[in-house]
Nanobody, 115 residues
């Protein structure tokens, strides 16, 4: 499996921007896709964005046009650029990596958007 370390969360006003980073280490060669999920209080964890090793991306409808997922292969790092943030984007954001046989999660990073 891999170890995932997230960073970049924080407090921002509505309309602002943040960039999350997720650095992977370990069995990175076996990763098929990486993604960002989020979980708000009282709600289920949901997919925000994902990117495959081939570079294909997928976004939740609620973030399309505002969030961008990207990767730096040399740094084994995936980023989530978040723009035009809304209070409803407030959640703990988790990095995820998946292979054919396992999935790994980061510890989560809090994103709070004030109105």
């Amino acid at each position: 499996q891999v170890q995932l370390v997230e960073s970049g969360g924080g407090l921002v006003q509505a309309g602002g921007s943040l960039r999350l980073s997720c650095a992977a280490s370990g069995s990175i060669f076996s990763i098929n896709a990486m993604g960002w999920y989020r979980q708000a209080p009282g709600k289920q964890r949901e997919l925000v964005a994902a990117i495959t090793t081939r570079g294909s991306t997928n976004y939740a409808d609620s973030v399309k046009g505002r969030f961008t997922i990207s990767r730096d292969k040399a740094k084994n790092t995936v980023y989530l650029q978040m723009k035009r943030l809304k209070p409803e984007d407030t959640a703990v954001y988790y990095c995820n990596a998946e292979s054919k046989t396992w999935g790994s999660w980061g510890q989560g990073t809090q994103v709070t958007v004030s109105s």
